[in-house]
């Protein structure tokens, strides 16, 4: 039986949205507010699922606890409180919008959950506005 469970987690995190090979008014038409030069922040929240069968003998498709600490040590304590641009390498040369940060996330917590269960990430950038990925 297959069932998809989830944990919520967040961070703080300051960004910028531009192209270096786009003129300074190319990027402000494109990306408006999130272009500007001194970065500004957002309150990031994320869902993340796994999406797999049942264990017979824990009856846990994943440990919570697990997943928690998971979490932690891939994505808050590399994100919680950085400049995504500056400080994580994903966006050295890629820009930082919620799609490009989910994906990453995706990335660094695909290769700990189980093969055979499926991974989706939710991530708020605002109350309002959310993607998903899962692969
Ligand atoms: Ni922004």
Request: charged content about 25%.
């Amino acid at each position: 039986m297959k069932v998809k469970v989830s944990r919520k987690a967040s961070f703080n995190a300051a960004h910028r949205l531009y192209r270096p090979d786009w003129s300074f008014e190319k990027n402000e038409a494109v990306f408006g507010k999130c272009n500007n030069p001194k970065f500004h922040g957002h309150n990031y929240e994320l869902i993340v699922s796994v999406h797999g069968e049942i264990d017979p003998e824990t009856g846990y498709v994943m440990d919570m606890k697990v997943l928690k600490d998971l979490i932690k040590a891939h994505v808050e304590d590399a994100f919680d409180h950085k400049n995504l641009n500056l400080d994580v390498p994903e966006f050295k040369d890629t820009n930082p919008t919620a799609e490009n940060i989910a994906v990453a996330i995706w990335k660094r917590l695909r290769p700990h959950v189980n093969s055979a269960s499926d991974l989706e990430i939710v991530l708020y950038e605002t109350p309002r506005n959310f993607v998903t990925f899962s692969g």
